[in-house]
């Protein structure tokens, strides 16, 4: 019994890692999470022991919002900005001993953006990014050991978030009536990586509630101190001629179901928040951004097998909220209020595959 109980955590953990991403759209929320989740979870480890991940993540941007109010009539007049965007994670965790474990992800990107406003207006083009994004490193400690750590537990992590991403890419836009080809820097939504060193605290948690449920929950928030990144957005208001460098938060908790009768399955519901604040909580929030945020449900499945566990993620967005940004309120008057919209998907794909790969493993392999 105890071990079947060792095994549901672990089952558990690996389920509810891909909290990741959640760039959904043109509010730039870049496609990680919290270093603690951002691994396909084999952290609950015994010392020696590595996880390596491989996360996928898929969505489609289309719905503008401004404010909380949807605007379908970008849609019916065919006007609406599409993102389309493809990221895979590569994520390395390994446990230096039962409580402490330190990890790596490395993120690559895809992407596309089609519209009519930044080209000539009358014809849709579309432009692209595709390359490494922001890597990540970091350490997390679970709170609780033995048998204090019996009915679940809860870590913390601390981690750094470096500019390797190109934050600068460029792509060919259609300019004018005669549509002549021009190389300038694509949109923020969909450049590779922000161009700030950020601070990424977060936690995560996994309790039992009884019989084969879980309680999950998790959050991160990412402080990017750096005002701006020298990158030109191609804008017309001079307050938002270079990209702002935002700060980025998501929170998630839900109950995760382990089915006894089908060995190794698992689902699970639950709820999230993530998005980008109006002001960051160090440094200037000067430049250009889109702030937001994005409510969804998450229904969820996974399945173990052995030390290899996949899973399936799939969060439906149930509120968005395009906020208004501080170069919004500068431009604002009394007379006319400025407040910029932002394109926002309906769901996201979220597919992740797991192995862990225990430390008698590694000990063969060593003797070879």
Known sequence: MKK????????????????????????AIRQFSGLGN?????????????NISANYRYFKSFRHFRGNHEEPNRIQDGTEVINYQHGLDINISYAFSERLYGLISLPFQYNERSSLYEHNRTERHTTYSKGFGDMRIGAGYWLLSGEKAKKGNTAIGLGIKFPTGDYAATSTFYKGPESVPTEQTVDQSIQLGDGGTGLIVDFQ???????????????????????????????????????????????????????????????????RIEGIPVHDAFGGSEGFRRPGYIISVEPGVSYMFGNVTGTMNVPIALFRNRTQSVTDMENSTPDNEVHGDAAFADYLINFTVAVRIPKKVKEVFNSL
Not at 11 to 26: D, K, M, N, T, V
């Open 38 to 50: 951002a691994v396909g979870q084999g952290n609950i480890l015994n010392k020696g022991e590595w």
């Open 205 to 271: 948690g996994l309790w039992n509630i009884g019989s084969t449920n879980f309680w999950y929950y998790d959050g991160f928030y990412m402080f990017n101190p750096k005002e701006t990144n020298g990158t030109p957005t191609n804008r017309s208001r001079p307050n938002e001629a270079i990209m702002s460098v935002p700060d980025q938060f998501a929170l998630r908790t839900g109950v995760f179901h382990s089915f006894e009768k089908i060995h190794g399955l698992g689902a699970s519901v639950g709820g």
């Open 4 to 27: 079947h109980a060792i095994l549901l955590i672990i089952l558990a953990i690996l389920h509810f890692a891909p909290s990741e991403s959640f760039a959904q759209g043109c509010v």
